[in-house]
């Protein structure tokens, strides 16, 4: 069974900013593509930022330009930097790996809390 190990959320103030990174338990290779999503209270899972192998990474409206997300193949990680985060970017974050036609694997998730 595949597992993303995520870490890097907390509590952070207004223009703030924080790293989230995912390793997963095999080559981030083996998914196309791996991303973010979050969710928070009442709200719907949404997609913040995904990341093919080759091609255009996806960013949600809400956070372009403010938010990258990379891939460190030495590291097997991938990363979702945060910057200028706002009070609305609270939630609970989640890495996903796609296998090529195969299954979806997802992350334990971790707490993003902008507050001051």
């Known amino acids: 069974q595949v597992q993303l190990v995520e870490s890097g959320g907390g509590l952070v103030q207004p223009g703030g900013s924080l790293r989230l990174s995912c390793a997963p338990s095999?080559?981030?290779?083996?998914?196309?593509?791996m991303g973010w999503y979050r969710q928070s209270p009442g709200k719907q899972r949404e997609l913040v930022a995904r990341?093919?192998?080759?091609?255009?990474?996806y960013y949600a409206e809400s956070v372009r330009g403010r938010f990258t997300i990379s891939r460190d193949n030495a590291r097997n990680t991938v990363y979702l930097q945060m910057n200028s985060l706002k009070p609305e970017d609270t939630a609970v974050y989640y890495c996903y790996a796609s296998r090529p036609g195969g299954s979806d694997y997802w992350g334990q998730g971790t707490q993003v809390t902008v507050s001051s």
């Open positions: 095999e080559s981030i290779f083996s998914f196309d593509p």
């Open positions: 990341s093919p192998r080759i091609g255009s990474r």
